[in-house]
């Protein structure tokens, strides 16, 4: 039966896309995106254009083969991503080497801006082109052309590539992909895919012929199974007629392989695993409950069910959050839902999981099974459904009104989702239009008998529990997989009560504080500034942007922070302001706050960084008065909550209990003690002792004692609200905060790196991979032009780990430089290199580093490497002087060092004006071969 709809709003939006008169029925299929241009030429392939303004000047191009490694043929595993690698190694219109160093001439910077990547069932390759010059477009449309069917895949470079995919396999390797490796036969349950992981053996990277990689791209790298999609600032009609130019000449094969489906077995039986690892720096236990596939939503009736299941989400994630926080929760964090599983397309599963912490694996699963028992027997509330639709339909809301400001990339997203998976594209002004009509006539009885279907109760579970090897006592046997089904079994039949959830509270202030006003203003016109003084003396700046519709952000600083503190406390001045934060305001706690604020969407905390005091929140623009009240209240009324408290120890405890299990967390910590000869207020990896030792009173106290005056603070506001609106809210709310005395002074520890040449070995990890890594660091009298020139440096040093030690010596898969250079607590300059190698080229990488450092020291950068460097940076910058995170942070600095703000107006010059000479200057002084740091990660012996 067709059930009929009053759906006038959605009637605007269909009748646009497809001319229909009748009203829509929830047999209806839903539009697609009226902006969007979805064609196939004649030879199959699809392509996807929209014209999206941000960033302007910019264009994201992808090409999408619906093709990965669960189709390689037993020759052929980890070729899919080998041959992802070869797309930057030589092609019809480039040679090898020549497509990066072109893309980089552009300002396109490889692994940052360019990617790509292989799955089991897609590789994406992503490529955005800045169009400021003609031509680029076209050549970008080349560059996808030659990926889609002209690469050159000659054996030399094949297996010259086979090297760098071996330090790729290395280096992810480690406990996360042991445990894959272990969970996998199960997750995969009898299908392919459990002997498809994209990487392969290191047997196949090695051995596998050049012919199987060519039969892998000539096989599926075909128009049928290939989407192009072109997201940004175009004209749609011009990029319709490259993607013609461009493809429309691809020939499928004579013969196509039929692109098969595979799709994991449903669970026939209880099953279960434990897998223990002395490197596990967390303890898991997840619950499959069934897993199964459903095709993706085309009609109005879909969506409507979509939409219910995303309100059963979030109610059960409200119960979820909420039950961890008690003194003793049964585990640090859990949820349980359907999730999307990266075994085969369209298959879903109904999953419960949790971190376990001191309570113990059992009891996490007893509560697991309770939770998902009690909301099949019974539900949930109708006041908890009433916020879950508000949530939702603000979220709608909200998508549509930012629609215009998002990032041409977030826009091209789901068209790559929906060409490999298929599903709707009606566009944010459609959708949001649907759940207007939809959501309202949603039922709690609907929620709830979707709750009975979903969570089955008497299917058979797969039970898989990680943990570090010390979760098991000496003397004990280590737990089994039926020991964990038995107890899944026997929670299920606990008895379970029905949760009565109180109706939410009406209002976060139930009154107005008597206003005060803004006694002064000003305008700052170059940069677009408004400034007020209050009549607190609380001053303000105002930069209204139109960056991101719907959004605005607001911090408040001081000088001050965390190491105005005596080093005795270190420990409480640590956590205090979350502490603070874990506790809400007024009589609220964190859940009351979640339910009040229903349909809003407000973020607040306070926080002690290491030299200031902040407040910081952010909003979409309708909720700026909620921001500033969850503000006021934070300062003027503070909670205080015991329960809370110990849920945050325990938590905190146990979630960094193993943490330091990880080589890797080992090594940057002792990295960071060796550079800054173990300075006693470095901030190191929390212990559990640290949330241990923590005292409730004395951590509230802490806070108090800076956060309960904003005398000297200044708050900046960036992003969509209009000042006029905002002002008579500020008068109210901010210069209504008290001013008592407090030092507006930081303080500065002595934190330096030790002088003269250091190294060190650290010996951790069992798999046989290592990292080198440089710091060279020290005191500096603070130039802004200075500044540019160190920046700059690490770039070109960035380039040449790629071009050298990568492509050339290919010692790495990846590596990086970075640059600080600080003006608080006064002038000081770092440069920290890290290099992930094999153990066995750990020397040549030094030296390799080395012979770098010397050529840039002795000849400076080529004119070639400058040229790249500085178009990066002036395409980066292009894009952040339109972000408001770019603004806040410039004023903030301005704010706190006594920095001109203006300065973010001259970085185009600052850039512009950077010489070689200058780079082979900043080479000789920051990079001094008497002064550094050197430390080797190796594995254990
Ligand atoms: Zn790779």
Redo the contacts with the bound molecule.
């Keep these: 039966m067709t059930k009929r709809l009053n759906l006038t709003a959605l009637i605007a939006g269909l009748l646009l896309a497809v001319g229909a008169a009748a009203a829509p029925a929830l047999s209806d299929p839903v539009p697609i995106n009226p902006n969007l241009k979805l064609g196939k030429l004649d030879n199959g392939l699809t392509y996807y254009i929209e014209k999206n303004a941000k960033p302007a000047q910019r264009v994201e191009l992808r090409l999408v083969i619906n093709a990965g490694s669960v189709l390689e043929d037993d020759d052929q595993r980890g070729m899919a991503?080998l041959l992802?690698?070869m797309a930057f190694n030589g092609s019809t219109h480039f040679k090898k080497h020549e497509l990066i160093a072109y893309l980089q001439s552009i300002g396109v910077r490889f692994g940052a801006d360019l990617n790509a990547s292989?799955s089991p069932d897609a590789t994406i390759y992503m490529l955005p082109i800045p169009t400021d010059k003609p031509g680029n477009l076209e050549q970008g449309m080349t560059v996808l052309e030659d990926w889609a069917h002209g690469l050159t895949l000659a054996d030399k470079d094949i297996d010259d590539e086979r090297q760098i995919?071996l330090q790729?396999k290395r280096q992810r390797s480690g406990y996360g992909m042991r445990n894959l490796e272990a969970m996998l036969p199960k997750l995969a349950n009898g299908s392919r895919y459990k002997d498809r992981l994209p990487i392969g053996t290191e047997d196949s990277i090695l051995h596998a012929s050049p012919d199987a990689v060519r039969r892998f791209y000539a096989d599926w790298y075909r128009p049928d199974l290939m989407a192009v999609i072109v997201v940004g600032d175009i004209d749609p009609a011009d990029a319709e007629k490259l993607v013609k130019r461009h493809f429309a000449g691809l020939k499928m094969p004579a013969k196509p392989r039929p692109r098969p489906l595979y799709t994991p077995a449903p669970l026939s039986t209880p099953d279960a695993l434990v897998f223990l690892d002395k490197e596990a720096p967390a303890n898991t236990v997840q619950l499959y409950y069934s897993t199964f596939g459903r095709k993706p939503p085309e009609t109005v009736g879909d969506l409507r069910e979509a939409l219910v299941r995303r309100l059963f989400g979030q109610l059960m994630s409200m119960r979820f959050s909420r039950m961890a926080l008690v003194g003793e929760p049964p585990f640090i964090g859990g949820s349980a839902g359907e999730i999307a599983i990266p075994f085969g397309v369209n298959q879903y599963g109904f999953v419960a999981g949790a971190a376990v912490g001191k309570a113990g694996v059992n009891t996490a699963i007893d509560a697991l099974v309770q939770e998902n028992t009690r909301a099949r027997q019974y539900g949930f509330s109708s006041y908890n459904l009433d916020i879950a639709k508000s949530n939702l339909l603000a979220a709608y809301e909200y998508a549509a009104k930012s629609r215009a400001t998002r990032d041409s990339a977030a826009v091209a997203a789901p068209y790559i989702r929906h060409f490999l998976a298929g599903g709707v594209i009606a566009g944010a002004d459609t959708e949001h239009a649907v759940a207007r009509e939809l959501v309202p006539s949603i039922t709690l009885d609907e929620v709830n008998a979707y709750a009975r279907t979903i969570i089955p109760a008497t299917a058979p579970k797969l039970v898989l529990y990680s943990a570090h090897t010390n979760s098991v006592a000496a003397d004990q046997a280590p737990l089994t997989g039926s020991e964990l089904l038995a107890r899944a079994e026997a929670a299920a039949k606990l008895p379970v009560t029905k949760i009565e959830d109180k109706a939410p509270p009406a209002s976060l202030m139930s009154y107005k504080p008597e206003p005060g006003s803004i006694v002064a203003q000003s305008e700052d016109k170059a940069l677009g500034v408004t400034k007020l003084t209050l009549s607190n003396g609380v001053k303000v700046m105002l930069k209204p942007t139109d960056f991101s519709k719907d959004r605005v952000r607001m911090l408040a600083v001081r000088p001050g922070g965390q190491y105005t503190f005596p080093e005795a406390e270190k420990a409480t001045v640590r956590f205090a302001s979350a502490v603070q934060n874990a506790m809400g305001v007024g009589s609220y706690s964190p859940s009351d706050l979640q339910r009040i604020l229903a349909g809003k969407n407000v973020a607040f905390v306070t926080s002690l960084s290491p030299y200031a005091d902040q407040l910081n929140g952010s909003s979409r623009s309708g909720d700026i008065e909620s921001m500033l009240q969850l503000n006021y209240l934070a300062i003027t009324n503070p909670r205080r909550d015991e329960n809370l408290f110990r849920s945050f120890v325990t938590r905190g405890a146990e979630t960094v209990r193993n943490r330091s299990a990880m080589p890797e967390m080992r090594f940057a910590e002792a990295r960071l003690q060796t550079v800054y000869g173990n300075h006693p207020q470095l901030d190191l990896p929390p212990k559990p002792s640290d949330y241990e030792s923590l005292n409730l009173d004395r951590s509230l106290n802490l806070v108090r004692s800076r956060l309960s005056s904003v005398k000297g603070m200044t708050f900046l506001f960036v992003g969509d609200f209009d000042i006029d609106a905002l002002k008579p809210l500020l008068a109210t709310y901010v210069a209504t905060l008290p001013v008592g005395d407090v030092t507006l002074n930081y303080r500065d520890p002595g934190i330096r790196q030790v002088p003269g040449v250091v190294r060190s070995e650290v010996k951790a990890g069992l798999e046989q991979k290592s990292t080198v890594t440089f710091d060279f660091g020290g005191d500096v009298a603070y130039s802004n032009t200075d500044s540019w020139s160190l920046g700059l440096l690490s770039d070109v040093l960035n380039l040449r780990i790629t071009d050298e030690l990568r492509e050339k010596q290919k010692l790495i898969y990846s590596g990086s430089a970075s640059a600080r250079y600080e003006k608080i607590p006064r002038g000081q300059y770092g440069v920290g290199i890290t290099l992930p190698t094999s153990p066995q080229d750990v020397d040549k990488v030094e030296a390799a580093l080395w012979s770098e450092i010397e050529q840039l020291q002795t000849q400076g950068p080529t004119a070639e490497d400058l040229n790249k460097v500085k178009q990066a940076r002036l395409q980066a910058y292009r894009r952040l002087l339109r972000e408001n995170g770019y603004w806040l942070n410039n004023l903030r600095m301005a704010a706190l060092e006594d920095r001109d703000p203006h300065e973010i107006l001259a970085i185009e010059q600052r850039i512009n004006a950077v010489t070689a000479a200058d780079i082979k200057a900043a080479a000789q002084r920051f990079l001094d071969r008497k002064n550094y740091v050197e430390m080797v990660l190796k594995p254990e012996e």
């Design positions: 991503h992802e690698h292989t995919v790729e």
